[in-house]
């Protein structure tokens, strides 16, 4: 059973004394970590390790400052798959003596516990260790699955319980460190990491990281590769690897301009640079927000900026989530929902209101979708992930639901207010880590308590703890899709042919909205009489692939280059045996590594035996260029067994 140890009153008492570091870092059980952070505190670790790519494996130490609140008790870390070599405690803090350690049972979601007793007076412990090749927050690349093709890559990606796997550490969200490292790489590697560094540093394999801020073990994080740098602006930058570093830098151009527009609404950014690593497209996520280096995907290398959505987002992460952390994963949407609010509001300022209302609509038709899926419990805001992977939590309830609920309280406050009141929870929480109780008491004591007649109007318990939606969530729409709607209406009805269709305005979300509606009506029953009509029949499968080849030859979707349009046309070409685009689909799965491409592809060839079929035939091949994460998820799409 899941229990707080405090209630929402002692909670905000709590909160507000600030100083109490130790009794409110008590405040929540985080099933997803042996540590036991109450008796035993990380609060900094020093990294050295060897790159060594010929045996995919990290190799050195980690030296951990400890805070002993009950100096009676052991160290509890969390591992996966490392190899502990020996451990060694110091307390003066520079002579080390050899210590003792034990690891306990490997359980499938969280690793072992390393147990390390403490002698009296220790304050640092040195872990000598290295990582597995199968590690699951690394990825290793050989040359070939790069941009370059001739130098190897590594990346990590932490979260949400994967620091464990390459660095020995307490990997709670609750607990915040800061960190060095000294990272040793092949001489013609760059090594980058989520710390300050000297982005003009000479290349000599030997790189040095230090990261000042106390931040959260799922926000470490280290790419070595050929990489080259591009200043964007005074505090931002990007890295790529040397053939796609032009494309970036002028996909990526707005993103100084991206952070005055958060930091007027939001307040200063914290964390000195800006600077956006463009990773080689096995990365299974969109993007990682690391802070001061975000991760990316080069997926969103559109050539017109059209989703740079995703800079938005990451940059947003620079308060929602790295600032201001989520205490447990069940409290992920505190991160993730308030990132999709201001990824909103900075895209707006940016880019005009009509993209905002694009992008809004998008995620409430993606959310409805998601919520028709899932099971009730997974629709709930403060997901009950016990005895769970934390990775299944991430679907678009904690992004979308949450984002509506902001959006809620944004429209029934005001504007003005819910910004003050944003502004001020960055603030009151920074650098630190709390749990949906503390922001739901904070909301009531500094907006709710302030305004009751407005507040009556916002279910705050439906919108946290029911699942589905309330029936006052708001519905955000969008004129310009209104307009594409009767645009593509009139195709479908034969009015116009598909080159007739007036599109040269049409931006990559309006597009979008087309194939979508498009599908939608494909997949719908026709008749003269209305969606009603007891004699509606479906459209036969030779109807539906003559309208897919109009539109294919009017708009090339098969040879789209961007990413976003070109996996919503391969989905509607599996979902209606469209088969010209088979190539481009095997195509595009041996080359993309992003699993919210990856997976719907795969769930939707899957559906049917020969799709299946095609499907592990094209898995075969692209299984061992994919990141532990993306295999993780598609072996259990394809029910895949090793062969
Ligand atoms: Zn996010």
Redo the contacts with the bound molecule.
Sequence with gaps: MYRFLHCFGLGIIIVLATHMANAQEKAAQDFHSYADPGTVRVKHIDLDWDVLFDQKILKGTATLTVDRISPDRPLILDTRDLNIEKVETSADGRSFSPGTFAIGESDKFLGAPLTIPLPANASRVRIHYSTSPGASGLQWLEPAQTAGKKAPFVFTQSEAIHARSWIPLQDTPQVRVTYTARVRTPGNLLAVMSAEHDANTTRDGDYSFRMNQPIPSYLIALAVGDLRFRSLGPRTGVYAEPSVIDRAASELSDTEKMVVATERVYGPYRWGRYDILVLPPSFPYG???NPRLTFATPTILAGDKSLVSLVA??L??SWS?NLVTNATWRDFWL??GF??YL?RRILEVVYGRPREEMEAALGLRDLNEEIAALEDRDEILHIDLKGRDPDEGSTDIP?EKGALFLRHLEQTFGRARFDQFLKSYFNHFSFQSITTEQFVAYLKQNLLDKYPALAAKVPVDEWINKPGLPATAPKPTSPAFAQVERQAQRWLSHDVSATRIPTNKWTTQEWLHFLKFVQDSLAAPVSAGGPADASATQLSETEKIKLMSELDRAFHFTRSGNSEIAFQWLLMSIRNAYEPAYPRLEEFLLSVGRRKFIKPLYEELAKTPDGKERALTIYRRARSGHHPIAVATIDEVLKWRAE
């Design positions: 993007g990682m927000e987002h990451e947003a992460h989530g991160n993730e990132t999709t990824e992004y």
